[in-house]
């Protein structure tokens, strides 16, 4: 027995999340040759070969094509450029294995806020703080990693008795008379490709009640038989 020369296209690539047809299916296709000097033997075994992350179907004449669950998490965690390979081996009428070599690749998700942030009080003239969960915003993204900034909704920056450590996601800072309102806060999540999700807490400052302030007479006098 010869053992047949197999020729053709071998390889093929997805990428993640790019699905023309939207069925969540990353597919491509490609067309294996096959010639074998024994008779009868210059075919493939049809059928549909399971792989690490997806499926490769060929036919007796080396048709075949390949899709992968776009949904799959170990797909969606893959990073803008980062890759995997999918190795599927067909079989030819007389045994023979060839593999064809798939290539995931994957694109940058953008991050997602997982628990909404909390309004907040404080009071003039006293301490305030108030620091966010780690797990307030999330990247299905494993390569990557997040930062974080704050301002006003309206885009202006945080007042000046108002910090924002990015290190510990907290805001600090004790707040005078003047600084009494009520604020919109925006805190943004940033990825390494900048891709961004935003969310809004209202911070409200309340007033604290002030000593009045009382002048003018506050003495009199009399005078008996005046």
């Known amino acids: ?26 597919e491509t296709s490609g067309i294996l040759t096959i010639s074998d000097p024994d008779a009868g033997e210059s075919e493939f075994v049809g ?21 992968a669950d776009n949904t799959q998490t ?4 893959l990073g803008e450029g980062a890759s995997v390979s999918d190795t599927l ?10 593999d064809v070599v798939i290539t995931l690749t994957g694109a940058n998700d ?15 003239a ?11 915003f999330a990247d299905i993204d494993t390569s990557d990693s997040l930062s974080y900034t704050a ?8 007042p ?11 805001f600090s800072g004790t707040p005078a008379d003047t600084d009494v309102a009520v604020l919109s806060v925006e805190v943004t999540a940033q990825d390494v490709t900048g891709a961004t999700a935003s969310d809004i807490f209202t911070l409200t400052v309340n007033d604290i009640s002030q000593p009045p302030v009382i002048g003018g007479t506050d003495t009199g006098s009399v005078t008996e038989d005046v």
């Open 126 to 136: 006293e301490a305030f703080s108030f620091s966010f969960a780690a797990d307030s």
């Open 160 to 170: 000046v008795w108002l910090t924002f450590d990015e290190g510990t996601r907290t």
């Open 110 to 124: 953008a991050p997602t806020i997982e628990i909404a942030l909390t309004d907040q009080t404080a009071t003039e």
């Open 89 to 98: 081996a067909v079989t030819t009428a007389d045994g023979t294995q060839h």
């Open 47 to 67: 059928e549909t070969i399971a792989g690490t992350y997806g499926n490769l179907t060929i036919d007796a004449i080396g048709n075949w094509s390949y899709a």
């Open 1 to 26: 027995s010869q053992p047949p020369v197999i020729g053709g296209t071998d390889t093929g690539s997805v990428t993640e999340d790019v699905d023309p047809d939207t069925n969540t299916l990353l």
């Open 74 to 77: 170990i797909i969606q965690q």
């Open 151 to 158: 301002t006003l909704e309206t885009g202006d920056p945080l």
